[in-house]
């Protein structure tokens, strides 16, 4: 057990290192170049991409009426404003125009002349469907690169779980052709790397280039809080291989953002909108429930291992993101990223529940007793300990709560129970610990909800 105990630990050091190695990555990242196209958004990520002649709709106004044109989309102006395709402005929402600085991940309003800017000054430009505090759909990568325009990829490699998940969630499993070693949903992907139809191109924190290019890929997507992860995509982009750098998925948010942007990279972002819509709906689904029961916030610690100083979940987390849509309190809120956290801190915020997401111990009543014996005296004075509301995700369960990916309805569902399951009415209970059956104890996101 000792063993293991500090291999997640050295594990969560390796990660840690390589995300204080991330901003020093960013800026010596080869500087992104603009694309020569322009969007048009409706809002709810209903997008149009249209490239241009650069030289001949240079600037954003002319841009948007060859747009228009190709894509037999009426354009009119008026006293009101624009209207683009029978949607014309009104006082809620507007046509803007906005752009993407080079360097930057956000959309900037250009409120002057239309005619005064050149495409050129910017990564990406869109004539947006927005309200006051509304901006377009995500258009840029986390290292500022735009993922529209690209090449249908045929041959794609991923170089993480999450990765790999979502671009198989979007339909890009025929074309993935290499993963990373912990790669193993859905399961068609673990038969594909044993079939040798997909590679293991390394591990999570130290992917081989080498390997990489062995497949041949015309896509490589990768996340933007691994240093290890940057350095390879800005070679692979030296080299001329499109390359999408996911955001780290430090909330739900971004979680769906990264769908979108994959589903865009593979040429399918419908695909990508119905899992977006489907997602939110299921998450919809669980938050509603708890909101038409009078609960009380109660204190939650999410926890790595059950050691007696922990690593735990703070903000910026994935994990912290969904404690707080369902209502709860993360005791260790005011900390960032995954932390470890002195002993006796556990007993000073004292958690009303203890979730412990670990492969260390068995999801069985043996695994979870050991792991409760095994609790320090500052564990044992918490309320979570006292009223036995200690849980543990284990094996599959693990990877669920621990990636920031497409099925994020799910661990949502799954910490909505354990938290709250006095507002659950369909009968499910979940146990004290859960591993490869999770899904068991799911309704609402295994699509079975009335």
Known sequence: MRSTQVKVLASVAIIVIGLMLTVAMLSSASSPTYNSGILIDFGDRQVTYSPVDSEEQSDPLSALEYACSANDFQLTYSEEGISINGVPDSHSRSWSLYGVQPGSTEWTLLDSDPASYSLSDFTIV??????????????????????????????????????????????????????????????????????????????????????????????????????????????????????????????????????????????????????????????????????????????????????????????????????????????????????????????????EVIIVVSSDYEATQAGYDSMMASMSAEWRLTDAYKSGDVYLLSGDATDLASRAGPRVAQITEILARIVYPEAFTDGVQVPKYMGDDFTDYLIISRGEAN
């Open 126 to 351: 869109c004539w947006g469907y927005c309200g006051d505090d509304e901006v377009p759909t995500k258009a840029v990568d986390s290292t500022g690169y735009c993922f529209y325009g690209l090449d249908t990829p045929e041959r794609v490699v991923s170089l993480a779980p999450s990765c790999t998940e979502t671009i198989c969630a979007v339909g890009g499993l025929d074309v993935l052709v290499g993963t990373d070693q912990y790669s193993n949903f859905p399961q068609e992907v673990v038969d594909r790397q044993e079939d040798g139809s997909i590679s293991i191109v390394g591990g999570f924190t130290n992917p081989s280039y080498e390997m990489v290019l062995l497949q041949d890929p015309d896509l490589v997507v990768c996340i933007g809080n691994q240093s290890m992860h940057l350095r390879i995509a800005e070679k692979l982009r030296d080299f001329g291989v499109d390359v999408l750098v996911l955001d780290g998925g430090e909330s739900i948010d971004a979680v769906l953002d990264n769908i979108y942007m994959t589903s865009v990279a593979l040429g399918n972002a419908s695909k990508g909108v119905e899992v977006i819509e489907e997602t939110q709906r299921q998450i919809d689904e669980v938050t509603g429930i708890l909101q038409s029961v009078h609960l009380e916030g109660k204190r939650v610690m999410v926890a790595l291992s059950a050691v007696q100083s922990p690593w735990v979940s703070g903000a910026d987390t994935y994990v912290h993101d969904t404690l707080v849509l369902i209502g709860a309190e993360n005791i260790y809120g005011s900390e960032s990223g995954w932390v470890q956290v002195n002993a006796e801190t556990v007993a000073q915020y004292n958690p």
